[in-house]
């Protein structure tokens, strides 16, 4: 079946009006062009968490767990690793078209094309699967500012973001295509630091912790971690920290299998250490 001939609620996505009101894509790393990169405040929070399915809750101005020196608040619905998957392609996306410099912003995208990036089966419940991700990163308000110890006290009161993640997102009825507009001021949130993705390895994972764990060990040096501080930080339903110890363990396993990390241990202490690939030696 065709991409045009699939059932879409047309109704549900807006129509691409006739002027699009001028808008920039956000400044993104040269890098973004040929990798996604991802702002390491996305992967050293819990923005980006566990939510079980058909269990995603609604959160009001939530305070965020944060490794890094930010405070973040969010309101919307929660947002999961395939959230995440989908704002760092259309983020891809926008680098890779901002040559054509478009006044209006635009990203142009097929279903088909989106879900192949992400190794997603194309189809309906595909399809419905991306514009509903679609909708909770256009519907949310992600709010960013400087921790309480940065060197200067006044930027503790200072914000770095306000908005959402997607601005909008749009349908051309006669060409079959679909848009998005990437949030401007993403770029305020990659100077604070961003990290490129070994994105093919990040597909391999099935597990949503195993995501998780592979954005923080990719953008972060390799500290011991307390099972439980990864535990709240990667926003786990688990009640009980002797199960999520085991899906922990499984998490890490299936890093060490895709080479992304070379090894770990959890001590006497409960902490997590984990440790790099060996380096190969050349002749």
């Not at 929070?45 to 101005?61: D, I, N």
């Not at 879900?115 to 419940?125: R, V, Y």
């Not at 922990?248 to 299936?254: I, M, P, Q, S, V």
């Not at 890093?255 to 690939?277: C, N, T």
Request: glycine share 6%; net charge positive; with cysteine.
């Amino acid at each position: 079946m065709m991409e045009g001939q699939l059932e879409l609620r047309r109704e549900q996505i807006p129509e691409l009006p006739s002027i699009v009101e001028p808008y920039e894509i956000p400044r993104l790393p040269e890098a973004a062009q040929k990798n996604h990169v991802a702002p390491n405040t996305f992967l050293q929070s819990a923005m980006f968490g566990m939510v079980q399915r058909g269990h995603r809750k609604y959160l009001e101005k939530r305070k965020i767990f944060s490794f890094r020196n930010v405070t973040i608040f969010f309101t919307g619905g929660a947002l999961d690793q395939g959230d995440l998957d989908v704002i760092l392609h259309a983020m891809h996306l926008a680098a890779q078209q901002s040559a054509s410099k478009q006044v209006n912003g635009l990203v142009e995208f097929s279903v088909r094309g989106f879900l192949k990036a992400l190794n997603k089966q194309p189809g309906k419940s595909g399809q419905d699967w991306l514009f509903n991700s679609i909708r909770r990163l256009c519907a949310c308000l992600v709010e960013v500012r400087y921790g309480e110890n940065v060197r200067q006290p006044v930027l503790s009161k200072m914000g770095i973001y306000g908005g959402p993640l997607i601005y909008d997102f749009y349908h051309d009825s006669v060409k079959n295509r679909f848009f998005l507009r990437v949030n401007a001021d993403l770029g305020s949130l990659l100077d604070l630091g961003w990290t490129s993705m070994e994105w093919r390895k990040r597909l391999c994972l099935k597990n949503s912790l195993a995501k998780w764990l592979h954005g923080l060990y990719s953008s972060a040096d390799l500290y011991p971690l307390k099972t439980e501080t990864i535990c709240q930080m990667s926003r786990s339903t688990c009640k009980e920290l002797f199960k999520f110890r085991q899906q922990l363990k499984k998490a890490l396993n299936d890093l060490v299998e895709i080479g992304a990390i070379g090894s770990w241990i959890i001590d006497d202490e409960d902490k997590v250490h984990v440790f790099p690939q060996a380096q190969k030696n050349v002749a």
